[in-house]
């Protein structure tokens, strides 16, 4: 009797100190700053900046997260650059041409043609004119070329490089040779633009 006596009592002060504890804040903080932190409004002015200044820049040379630089600049001068030496670094093994025929299709036929002829819906409903074949003699394609003008662009046509990702784009590209040698265009660099 007596030790249910005990265990009575001893069950009654645990749930004296369980009742009396309050949940709504802990006990202690241990890092203050977690609990009571500071709202600060997106692109909104903050003491810490120096001037005003709502946000810092990037440092010098910091790279986008994802992102690949491309070296070559997208001038004239870096079109040629690419077009004798830029190769495709993918590998037989990585090269997926059903994939590259669907984003040809996408991004490209419209123009290009699904064939690669210059004949794409829109140049033959003449809202664009002047897209040559991709076996055109006066042009010299090579895998370099055609990377650096989805990248850039050139003339009318305008970068694919926001929609298209580095992998993606060398996918492109190699369709786009399968397309020229289809089309009887020889793969060799010629020295004419």
Same mark, same amino acid.
């Given at each position: 009797?007596?030790?249910?006596?005990?265990?009575?009592?001893?069950?009654?002060?645990?749930?004296?100190?369980?009742?009396?504890?309050?949940?709504?804040?802990?006990?202690?903080?241990?890092?203050?700053?977690?609990?009571?932190?500071?709202?600060?409004?997106?692109?909104?002015?903050?003491?810490?900046?120096?001037?005003?200044?709502?946000?810092? *820049?990037?440092?010098?040379?910091?790279?986008?997260?994802?992102?690949?630089?491309?070296?070559?600049?997208?001038?004239?001068?870096?079109?040629?650059?690419?077009?004798?030496?830029?190769?495709?670094? *993918?590998?037989?093994?990585?090269?997926?041409?059903?994939?590259?025929?669907?984003?040809?299709?996408?991004?490209?036929?419209?123009?290009?043609?699904?064939?690669?002829?210059?004949?794409?819906?829109?140049?033959?409903?003449?809202?664009?004119?002047?897209?040559?074949?991709?076996?055109?003699?006066?042009?010299?394609?090579?895998?370099?070329?055609?990377?650096?003008?989805?990248?850039?662009?050139?003339?009318?046509?305008?970068?694919?490089?926001?929609?298209?990702?580095?992998?993606?784009?060398?996918?492109?590209?190699?369709?786009?040779?399968?397309?020229?040698?289809?089309?009887?265009?020889?793969?060799?660099?010629?020295?004419?633009?």
């Amino acid at each position: 009797m007596k030790s249910l006596f005990k265990l009575v009592v001893l069950m009654v002060v645990l749930i004296s100190f369980a009742s009396c504890q309050e949940n709504s804040r802990p006990n202690y903080q241990y890092f203050p700053d977690m609990y009571e932190s500071v709202g600060y409004e997106a692109y909104g002015e903050a003491d810490f900046l120096p001037d005003g200044m709502e946000a810092k *820049l990037p440092a010098d040379g910091s790279v986008a997260r994802g992102h690949k630089p491309f070296d070559i600049d997208g001038s004239l001068e870096g079109y040629d650059l690419a077009k004798a030496t830029l190769k495709n670094p *993918l590998d037989s093994t990585t090269i997926d041409s059903p994939r590259g025929g669907q984003l040809y299709d996408i991004y490209c036929a419209v123009c290009h043609g699904k064939k690669g002829d210059g004949k794409g819906i829109l140049v033959t409903r003449e809202k664009i004119l002047g897209v040559p074949a991709f076996d055109d003699p006066g042009r010299a394609l090579t895998e370099g070329s055609v990377y650096h003008t989805i990248h850039y662009g050139k003339n009318v046509m305008g970068s694919y490089a926001n929609q298209l990702d580095e992998e993606e784009r060398w996918q492109v590209v190699d369709y786009v040779m399968q397309l020229k040698s289809e089309l009887g265009g020889s793969q060799t660099v010629k020295d004419s633009i």
